[in-house]
């Protein structure tokens, strides 16, 4: 159970059914009372009729025959009586062969008696006194037909309230729907977060939904903002710690030093250690990943740019092509793809001789990225060698390795793989899977 | 060549200036970036060095209203920020080319001499090429078929500036823009003097002199 809709759609269902039965329950019981007392009413007028027809006749008390209605003369009519004197019984001939359960209380028997013919009765007992006898009436009604127009009502109603119950459900369902809408609006934008295809939710109409919304959307920007300050924190810790360095350089090549080679080199050896390590620990350090929805790489925006700048870096008759289909948006942090891509095409472009191609494409849940060049290549057995060699920084050949160390990085941090292969080009192709779907 | 350096920096910019002067440059240094834009649309620079972080005007918001008003002198990024997205920002913003802090002194050198020649629209070859003659940047000296000729700071700075402009009158004026920077005294006197002696090392034929318009380096 775990849509609103279904918990809205089981509860209301159950609370209509229970209250629609007791609803149903209680006036029936009200009606059934109100019918019972109306035929009380109706017996004891009866039995008062009944006790005027006594008269005096020449046998002493008798039934006037003239007073009495046509029902209690035609048998099994549905109205009974039975007159008990101390002595004798009268009963009514539409008893016929019946015999009348007598009362032991005055006023209507609680429940019903069962009559003849599967008949069941009213009973109702008067108690008179008149030409110094003591006389109990007791009148009788079928009470059966009001009972089975009772049981068709019953069933009336219970199909008239479970169409209701239908309705209802229905058109809950409808209204719950529209009322959802709103959150459906907000799931798909989730999803569409998720995808790095926008970078903050839409404000909802509803009121219920605007604190949720409001929160994701300072969460939002609270990560943006921390990313973007550590990033600048970290650019101003870079900045710090490499124009000293850069001066350090400078020093370093003083010809003062040249006298003492030996000290000049280890000082040279050491600057550069400390610079790489600054490097790769900063690049690391900046990383986003996969922190903030909203961050992607749009391939038509950027590869044109990138690409652009390489040649201008390089200044060589290079010919640098990039292919990704349109509208096509990697879904990581803009600044760790152009970081990767620049890395590798930077080398791809050190080591061409005219041609370096960039090709993105999705295959199978994953973006691959492959960079090739016309260069010499790398041969099969060192290509190992190369892409492990930025791994362990303490093990990395001074000078080499520092931009793939990076993009080693970066391909993990966003759980992709890469992988050096030769290119149809003749040089050496850089393979890049990267997962579409986040996890 | 004039170089305008701009780096809030005090010591990077005494080593910077140093290395720079040593390979026959003449340099400013500002170190505000308010200065800097102005002094540096105003000055016949033929090359600026711009750091980014920079108090009063960041150097890439210099360098959009330089590149915004026309102002075509080649500028070299210096960058403690190594990201391409940073790299992409410089270049976009109008920078020729980027450096990150920290370099090797030849790798600037490099650097600016690949720039300042392909201003002049030259290849890029390790020499410049002019004249019938070879420069040497690296050693400061010139070759003239086969015969090392060894140059004084100021006639190397003279004869780079004249063997970029092959073939074009330069004037006296120019000159003194170019090969002196801000803070020294102009004289003319020197200029002709230094030609003199170019003249005397390299042949009477190589520099021509236009009367009241300026010196021209003959095209081979």
Redesign the interface.
């Known amino acids: 159970m775990n849509s609103i809709q279904q918990r809205l759609g089981i509860g209301l269902v159950g609370l209509l059914i229970i209250t629609g039965l007791v609803l149903a329950q209680i006036s029936f019981w009200l009606l059934d009372q109100g019918l019972r007392r109306y035929w009380q009413t109706h017996l004891h007028h009866e039995a008062e009729t009944l006790l005027a027809a006594l008269v005096r006749g020449a046998n002493g008390v008798e039934l006037d025959q003239q007073r009495l209605s046509a029902s209690y003369k035609r048998p099994y009519s549905g109205a009974y009586f039975v007159v008990v004197f101390p002595e004798q019984q009268w009963r009514s001939r539409s008893s016929w062969d019946y015999h009348l359960p007598l009362p032991k209380t005055r006023g209507l028997h609680a429940g019903l008696v069962d009559g003849p013919e599967a008949e069941e009765l009213l009973v109702y007992r008067a108690d008179f006194r008149r030409y110094g006898n003591n006389i109990q009436i007791i009148t009788a009604q079928d009470y059966t037909p009001i009972l089975q127009s009772f049981h068709r009502w019953q069933w009336i109603s219970a199909g008239i309230g479970m169409i209701a119950l239908i309705l209802l459900v229905l058109v809950q369902r409808y209204l719950v729907q529209r009322a959802l809408l709103p959150l459906e609006k907000v799931r798909v934008q989730i999803a569409q977060l998720q995808q790095g295809q926008r970078s903050l939710l839409d404000q909802p109409t509803l009121d219920e939904l605007k604190p949720l919304v409001e929160q994701i959307n300072h969460l939002l920007h609270h990560t943006e903002d921390t990313l973007s300050r550590s990033r600048n924190a970290l650019?101003n810790l870079?900045?710090?710690?490499?124009?000293?360095?850069?001066?350090?350089?400078?020093?370093a090549?003083r010809h003062e030093l040249n006298a003492h080679p030996e000290l000049r080199d280890q000082f040279r050896q050491q600057?550069q250690s400390m610079?790489e390590r600054i490097?790769r620990e900063l690049?690391r350090a900046?990383l986003a990943g996969e922190v903030l929805p909203g961050a992607y790489f749009d391939c038509a925006k950027e590869l044109p740019?990138?690409c652009?700048?390489l040649q201008?870096?390089h200044?060589r008759n290079l010919q640098l092509e990039w292919r990704a289909e349109p509208g096509m948006r990697l879904p990581w942090d803009?600044?760790d793809i152009?970081?990767l891509?620049?890395?590798l095409l930077d080398n791809a472009c050190k080591w061409a001789h005219q041609k370096v191609a960039i090709n993105i494409v999705l295959e199978h849940a994953h973006y691959v990225i492959t960079i090739d060049d016309d260069g010499p290549g790398i041969a099969p057995e060192l290509r190992e060698q190369v892409l492990t060699r930025g791994a362990r920084l303490d093990e990395q050949i001074q000078g080499h390795g520092l931009g793939l160390g990076i993009v080693r990085d970066i391909v993990e941090h966003c759980r992709g793989k890469l992988a050096l292969e030769t290119s149809p080009l003749g040089g050496l192709r850089a393979l890049i899977l990267l997962p579409a779907i986040r996890t | 060549m004039r170089i305008l350096i701009v780096e809030d920096n005090v010591a990077l910019a005494d080593e910077l200036t140093a290395d720079l002067k040593r390979a026959g440059y003449a340099v400013d240094w500002l170190a505000d970036g308010r200065d800097a834009l102005i002094q540096g649309a105003v000055e016949p620079y033929d090359l600026i060095l711009l750091d980014v972080g920079l108090p009063g005007k960041s150097g890439l918001e210099i360098l959009r209203e330089w590149r915004a008003t026309q102002m075509h002198c080649p500028v070299l990024i210096l960058t403690a920020r190594d990201h391409w997205a940073e790299r992409i920002e410089g270049l976009k913003a109008g920078a020729d080319d980027y450096l990150t802090k920290p370099f090797h002194p030849e790798e600037l050198q490099l650097r600016i001499q690949a720039l300042l020649r392909r201003v002049h629209g030259r290849v890029n070859q390790p020499q410049i090429h002019a004249g019938g003659l070879q420069l040497d940047e690296a050693r400061q000296c010139v070759v003239n078929d086969s015969e090392h000729i060894e140059l004084t700071a100021a006639e190397f700075s003279l004869l780079r500036y004249l063997m970029l402009h092959e073939g074009k009158i330069i004037s006296k004026t120019q000159l003194n823009d170019h090969l002196y920077n801000g803070e020294t005294e102009r004289d003319s006197n020197v200029i002709e003097v230094h030609i003199n002696h170019l003249r005397r090392k390299l042949g009477k034929d190589l520099i021509e002199t236009k009367r009241g318009q300026g010196y021209r380096l003959q095209k081979n």
């Open positions: 650019g870079g900045h710090a710690l490499k124009t000293p360095l850069a001066i350090l350089f400078s020093l090549n600057l610079q490097s690049g900046r740019d990138l652009s700048t201008q870096i200044q803009r600044e152009l970081e891509l620049g890395n």
